[in-house]
């Protein structure tokens, strides 16, 4: 499941962007997001809140 959007990150940026770019970045959320899940399991709580991060 794709969350990045090579288009979106254009946007925002205001420069092109390269095509090893948006996979790069999706894999860093993906690992953020692992991380918040696991903080959250281990404080038992099954919502990720920011603090998660």
Known sequence: M???VKSQIKEIAKMNVSADFPP???EKVMQLIEKAAERAQLNNRRTMMAKDL
Do not use: H, P, Q, S
């Open 2 to 4: 794709a969350i990045i």
């Open 24 to 26: 790069a970045l999706e």
